[in-house]
C-alpha cells in the first residue's frame, strides 16, 4: 500500500498523523507528511481511516 499526500490541498487539520501517527507526520507548519512509504501491513486500516477523515481529501491511499 502507498500513500500520498497533495501539498496543494492539504490545510493542516492534522487528522492524518492524529489518526495514523506511524504513517503520518507534521512539518514544522503543521502540514501534513507521509512519513512511511510504502505503508506497513499493521498500518493499513489506520491509512485508509485517514484518508477518509481527510476534509480536504489530500490523502490518497493506493494498493
Known amino acids: ?10 490545510q493542516g487539520h ?3 498523523y492524529s489518526l495514523a501517527p506511524e504513517v503520518f ?3 514544522d507548519d503543521g502540514f501534513g507528511t507521509v512519513l512511511a512509504d510504502p ?3 499493521d498500518c493499513s486500516q489506520a491509512a485508509v ?3 477518509r477523515n481527510c476534509p480536504e481529501g489530500a490523502v490518497s ?3
Open 25 to 27: 507526520g507534521a512539518d
Open 61 to 63: 491511499v493506493e494498493d
Open 39 to 41: 505503508v506497513p501491513t
Open 1 to 10: 500500500m502507498r500513500v500520498r499526500i497533495d501539498g496543494e490541498r492539504c
Open 49 to 51: 481511516l485517514a484518508e
Open 14 to 16: 492534522g487528522r492524518c
